[in-house]
């Protein structure tokens, strides 16, 4: 089942980037131009609910012949305590900022060998409520879900068995690749190796959509108040305006910002680990506790059946036989089955996941290409 699961994985999402890069290839050339300016929406919607989340889901179940609850649960879909919620919140606000650090640091690079984004200068047009609203569902909201379904869901649990090492690096390097641009893949592998991370230890989805979705969102929100004269380019404008008039006290003070940034995202990353060890370990008990009440029933229904047992069963001792035990959980296998044991991918599923890095690449590669020259 774990090698079906990682060939269904990869098929699936080679399939995915194919898609991707079709899409952005026909947009290009201008394809989609009769959609007026709702295109870029439409095509959005359309790669992220139809590609990344329904075609995912639904190709995985056929292949798998799994039901959709089954499905849901292959991709994460565990539901997390109020406390994880929080503290998934307090790391997407983190997360921004230190990705501010990271992309501004990975641009200054690109900008030195002469690479010239194809989007300065655009203009956004009007700046008004709608433009906020759209900006919050298409940039924020749909890529914290339909995304992390894809990568955070399907790929991470479908490549699990490769173990955590291999697992979280292929999540992120197909994470960056999947945005088919030089500017985002640096910081977008960065936050898919963290993300990968997340969802691998907490085992549920929902931290890193919350995660994804603050990071998404505080940009789209400070963008927007930015626009319409609200702020004035905030706290890191302010910092560069003060490392270009006083480079030593601008420095200094970027670095304390830094530093405080990756204080706090080790404090809730290890509040995290914390909290979700806390609701493992009540679900393992309430699994223990589910399993000894059954097996205590078929014990009274034996003890039943075989007509003279008058003695009492003491289920403590019950337990303490290995073999009997043994016996309970190979005639009951769906009371509780955990393995951790790692599977070799398949040739065919190599050829898949190079063909989709490849792919990716040569796309990523081609816009560092067209933005120098």
Not at 134 to 140: C, E, N, P, W
Not at 213 to 234: A, E, H, P, W, Y
Not at 310 to 331: C, G, P, R, S, V
Request: hydrophobic share 50%; proline share 1%; glycine share 8%.
């Amino acid at each position: 089942m774990e090698k079906k699961s990682i060939y269904s994985t990869s098929l699936i999402y080679f399939v995915v980037v194919c898609l991707f890069v079709l899409v952005r290839t026909l947009n290009n050339f201008g394809l989609f131009s009769f959609l007026g300016s709702a295109g870029t929406y439409i095509v959005n919607g359309v790669m992220q609910v139809g590609i990344l989340f329904l075609f995912s889901i639904l190709t995985y179940k056929a292949m798998t012949k799994k039901s959709f609850k089954a499905t849901f649960e292959d991709f994460n879909y565990k539901k997390v305590s109020f406390k994880v919620v929080l503290i998934a919140i307090g790391l997407g606000v983190v997360i921004y900022f230190l990705n501010i650090f990271v992309s501004s640091f990975f641009y200054a690079i690109l900008d030195s060998v002469g690479y010239e984004s194809p989007n300065a200068g655009s203009s956004g047009g009007a700046i008004n409520g709608w433009t906020l609203v759209l900006g919050l569902i298409f940039t924020a909201i749909l890529p914290a879900i339909c995304e992390e379904n894809l990568n955070r869901g399907m790929l991470l649990n479908g490549t699990k068995g490769l173990g955590m090492k291999k697992c979280i690096l292929l999540n992120g390097l197909m994470f960056g690749l999947l945005h088919l641009n030089i500017e985002q893949f640096f910081y977008a592998t960065l936050i898919g190796f963290f993300l990968g991370f997340v969802v691998y230890v907490t085992e549920s989805i929902y931290p890193c959509m919350i995660i994804h979705f603050m990071n998404n969102g505080i940009g789209v929100l400070l963008s927007f108040f930015t626009q319409k004269g609200m702020i004035s380019g905030g706290i890191f404008t302010q910092l560069g305006k003060l490392t270009v008039s006083s480079p030593v006290v601008g420095f200094l003070v970027m670095f304390i910002v830094l530093l405080v940034l990756v204080i706090l995202l080790f404090v809730l990353t290890r509040m995290l680990l914390r909290a979700s060890v806390e609701d493992s370990f009540r679900e393992k008990q309430k699994a223990l506790q589910d399993l000894f009440t059954k097996f205590s029933y078929f014990e009274e229904v034996d003890k039943i059946q075989n007509d003279g047992a008058d003695e009492e069963t003491d289920i403590e001792e019950a337990l303490l036989d290995i073999d009997k035990l043994k016996d309970f959980l190979q005639e009951h296998p769906d009371t509780i089955v955990i393995t951790n044991k790692k599977v070799k991918m398949d040739f065919t599923s190599k050829v898949f996941f190079i063909a989709s890095i490849i792919l990716a690449s040569i796309v990523t590669i081609f816009t560092f290409i067209w933005g120098v020259i």
